[in-house]
C-alpha cells in the first residue's frame, strides 16, 4: 500500500557530509510524522531524527549541531543533512513514515524504507 525509499548513502571520509533522501508513495491520505534511525552492526537501531506533520523536528543528542532533517513539500521528500560526518555514524540509515491511507480511517502506521548504507572511514 504505501512504499518508502531512501537514496544518497554512500562512502565518505571523516569530516564529510551526506545528504539522505526519503519519499513515501502509494494510497496515502496522511503522513503525521517521518523519521529516520539508523543501525549499526552488532547495535540495536536507534532513532536520530524525527519531523510531525506541522514541522516541529527533534534530532539525537549524539548528532545534534551535525544532522538537520526537513520536508521539501513541493516534492514531498524528507531530507537528512549530515555534516561533519565520524565514524560513529557509520550504519544502516532508515526512514519510516507514519502515515494513515485511504483505507485505514485516519488510523497511522508505520511503513518502513529498505535502508541505505552510509560508511564514514578515511
Known amino acids: 500500500q504505501v512504499q518508502v525509499v531512501e537514496s544518497g548513502g554512500g562512502l565518505v571520509q571523516p569530516g564529510g557530509s551526506l545528504r539522505l533522501s526519503c519519499t513515501a508513495s502509494?494510497?496515502?491520505?496522511?503522513?503525521?510524522?517521518t523519521d529516520w534511525y539508523r543501525q549499526a552492526p552488532g547495535k540495536e537501531r536507534e532513532l536520530v531524527a524525527h519531523?510531525?506533520?506541522?514541522?516541529?523536528?527533534t534530532v539525537a543528542d549524539s548528532v545534534k549541531g551535525r544532522f538537520t532533517i526537513w520536508i521539501d513539500n513541493s516534492n514531498n521528500m524528507v531530507y537528512l543533512q549530515m555534516n561533519n560526518l565520524k565514524p560513529e555514524d557509520t550504519a544502516v540509515y532508515y526512514c519510516?513514515?507514519?502515515?494513515?491511507?485511504?483505507?485505514?480511517?485516519?488510523?497511522?502506521?508505520?511503513?518502513w524504507g529498505q535502508g541505505t548504507q552510509v560508511t564514514v572511514s578515511s
Open positions: 519510516s513514515v507514519f502515515a494513515a491511507t485511504i483505507w485505514s480511517k485516519a488510523v497511522g502506521y508505520d511503513y
Open positions: 519531523i510531525a506533520r506541522g514541522g516541529a523536528t
Open positions: 502509494g494510497n496515502i491520505s496522511s503522513i503525521y510524522g
